[in-house]
């Protein structure tokens, strides 16, 4: 696709995005007081019914999951990764690791899927090996900080990804001290280090490619990750990680829409369900984050749970 | 029946928080069950005077039918701020509050002050619990003018060495529990109440095989975190319901000594 398509392509895809966004009230306990009394008696409330409501797929989740713990959370599925490398990893290294992978799907078969991880420092190994796991069954990748996703060394990968229609999956941050982002709090991670203007920069070079930040409750200003993604509607995020700060998943339904928002636990399980149910949003909000809208981009390559 | 040990009305200087005030919390605490809540101004926190904000709750919880009974506030003390005895005996007498909350962090003293030990000694005279609050957000994602060091459960130690007869609770854990030897044995000693709004508590299994089931209790930490996360932990315990009982609002009850 060239330069132009593609920005036409941006261009249409965000008044889609923009016409059907919902925002959420943000204040609808407030909105059924009146004159400040509380008008709702006591009641009764089934947390573990509440929970099993909804179906659920765990679009991040890291080796090895407590799978005692999902099936009782009642998580249909889970997309799992191996743990962060930060820089070296060489092609016999990743190799290794996505075959950890592949024995952890075979334990769990249609419960686990495993996630591609690769170095884009090793073009054709790379590519190699992401033909190798998807044969096996493989789904999205999980990329961490060994060139930053607007890096030019990502491209042949990012479109191998949009050729196979799967999620392209890349650890994010912003945090003070990471990435450009008021340096002066240095907290040493590496500048290749993808913060949300790198993903925004991919992901217009790639209109056509679906991005997963991961993830706003990893630590970061979550704030500041959704505003950045407002106008930039091929990339997702994921409520992962063990913040679970007030607010945080309405803040990004409103900024992104309902459609962009997917669940996440980053193996933080109560947290990554807490703060979905605890949000002030409607059920099929609450579904479409749980399920549907990681479902609908698996769906995009046959990767889809029925 | 669940008491929710950790909770806040008030502002965070940093951050919209979507329910501020008694009201909102009320309404909140009969959506999901929940019958009391101790409840701190988060204000206090901020204000040099922080007895302002005390007074602030207390006028709160004087409008509100139905309030009194199922709030249960606590009062932030600065031990190291002009008149703070006054502030202890004022909040403790004239405004019935149940308990102490310290933040030693924002009011820039250390857990070793010379006045904290005395307040946690008064602390005892007034038979009220003390507060200690190790995370209130996450220093990750915080503001640049907020804090920037989180404390451990060790660091906890000097005051519990200094005044070990005191009730304390300790909310929010979100960082190492590890002890040596020397602060086990201290914390077998110690009376406290952990809640389980902190991330250590993902794993309050085993916290439970060290400590006991009766040092927990639900706590929520709202409206900073999300309102469901912590009783999920609690939910989903193997453990039989009596014991999860004792979690949901017995411990509290007993610790609190509220009916």
Redesign the interface.
């Known amino acids: 696709m060239s330069e132009l398509d593609r920005r036409k392509f941006v261009k249409k895809a965000f008044k889609v995005s923009a016409g059907s966004m919902v925002i959420p009230s943000?204040?609808s306990?407030?909105k059924?007081?009146s004159d400040?009394?509380?008008?709702?008696?006591?009641?009764?409330?089934d947390?573990?019914a509440e929970?099993a409501r909804f179906r659920k797929i765990d679009a991040y989740c890291t080796a090895r999951p407590d799978m005692n713990?999902v099936e009782?959370?009642g998580i249909d599925r889970m997309y799992v990764g191996q743990p962060m490398r930060w820089l070296e990893w060489n092609p016999e290294e990743f190799r290794a690791a996505n075959d950890e992978i592949l024995n952890l799907m075979r334990s769990f078969p249609n419960k686990i899927i495993g996630q591609i991880s690769v170095n884009p420092h090793f073009r054709r190994e790379s590519l190699d090996e992401i033909a190798r796991c998807a044969d096996q069954g493989m789904v999205g990748t999980r990329l961490y900080y060994q060139a930053k996703i607007s890096d030019p060394l990502y491209f042949p990968i990012i479109e191998k990804l949009i050729e196979l229609g799967m999620i392209i999956f890349v650890h994010g941050e912003a945090?003070?001290g990471v990435g450009g982002y008021?340096m002066k709090?240095d907290i040493g991670r590496p500048p290749t280090i993808s913060v949300p203007e790198d993903f925004v920069e991919a992901a217009r070079r790639y209109p056509e490619g679906m991005f997963q930040f991961a993830h706003i409750g990893g630590?970061?200003?979550?704030?500041y990750m959704c505003k950045a993604f407002r106008d930039t509607p091929n990339v997702y995020v994921d409520v992962g990680g063990?913040?679970?700060?007030?607010?945080?998943v309405?803040f990004a339904v409103e900024c992104l829409g309902e459609d962009r928002v997917l669940f996440g636990t980053d193996n933080?399980?109560?947290?990554g369900?807490?703060?979905i149910?605890?949000?002030?949003l409607t059920d099929q909000q609450k579904q479409k984050i749980f399920f549907d809208n990681y479902n609908a981009l698996l769906k995009r390559g046959g990767y889809h749970v029925d | 029946m669940w008491i929710d040990i950790n909770g806040y009305i008030g502002q965070w200087p940093y951050?919209?928080?979507?329910?501020d005030d008694c009201?909102?919390l009320?309404?909140?605490?009969?959506?999901?069950?929940?019958?009391r809540t101790v409840v701190t101004h988060l204000n206090a926190i901020h204000y040099k005077n922080p007895q302002t904000a005390n007074r602030m709750l207390y006028e709160e919880l004087q409008?509100?039918?139905?309030m009194k009974e199922r709030l249960i506030p606590f009062a932030v003390i600065n031990p190291t701020y002009a008149g703070w005895q006054y502030d202890l005996k004022q909040s403790l007498e004239e405004y019935s509050m149940k308990g102490i909350a310290v933040y030693p962090k924002y009011h820039d003293y250390d857990i070793s002050d010379v006045n904290l030990t005395e307040l946690a000694r008064m602390s005892i005279e007034y038979d009220v619990p003390v507060a200690l609050t190790l995370r209130m957000?996450?220093h990750?994602?915080?503001f640049?003018m907020d804090v920037e060091k989180e404390w451990m459960l060790t660091d906890l130690m000097p005051l519990f060495r200094r005044v070990p007869e005191a009730r304390y609770m300790i909310r929010n854990v979100?960082n190492s529990t590890r002890l040596d030897n020397e602060d086990m044995q201290l914390m077998k000693k110690v009376q406290w109440l952990m809640d389980t709004s902190g991330?250590v508590t993902?794993n309050l299994e085993g916290l439970i095989e060290t400590f006991g089931v009766d040092k927990f209790a639900f706590g929520s930490h709202?409206?900073?975190?999300?309102?469901?996360?912590?009783?999920?932990?609690i939910?989903?315990l193997d453990r039989n319901e009596e014991e999860k009982d004792k979690l949901r609002y017995v411990n509290a009850t007993r610790f609190l000594n509220i009916d």
């Open positions: 943000m204040v306990s407030r059924e007081m400040g009394q509380v008008s709702v008696p006591i009641q009764d409330f947390m573990v929970v713990l009782k959370l945090q003070m008021r709090y630590g970061g200003d979550w704030e063990s913040n679970n700060e007030e607010g945080m309405e933080s399980y109560f947290q369900v807490g703060k149910i605890g949000a002030d | 951050q919209k928080l979507i329910l009201a909102t009320m309404h909140r605490m009969n959506r999901f069950g929940v019958n409008n509100m039918a139905g957000v996450d990750r994602s915080r640049w979100a991330r993902n709202t409206p900073i975190l999300d309102y469901v996360t912590s009783r999920l932990r939910e989903y």
